[in-house]
């Protein structure tokens, strides 16, 4: 009886190392994600954080 409980605990704790082997491979320059929903453009976006990059970057 003990020997059938120790080895249930056993296969019970290793269920918990399983990791799923889901490998996703994305080829270099292409965006495969959600379509972007931002209301500005990339242009607008880009010198938003071209300003904020300037403001941090002031003691340098």
């Not at 990339?42 to 938003?48: C, F, M, T, Y």
């Amino acid at each position: 009886m003990m020997k059938t409980i120790v080895l249930s605990m056993l296969l019970l704790s290793l269920t918990a190392c399983y990791e799923s082997a889901d490998v996703t491979l994305h080829q270099a320059g292409e965006y495969k994600g959600k379509l972007d929903t931002h209301s500005q453009t990339s242009e607008q976006r880009e010198a938003i954080l071209a300003k904020r990059f300037g403001q941090v970057q002031t003691d340098r």
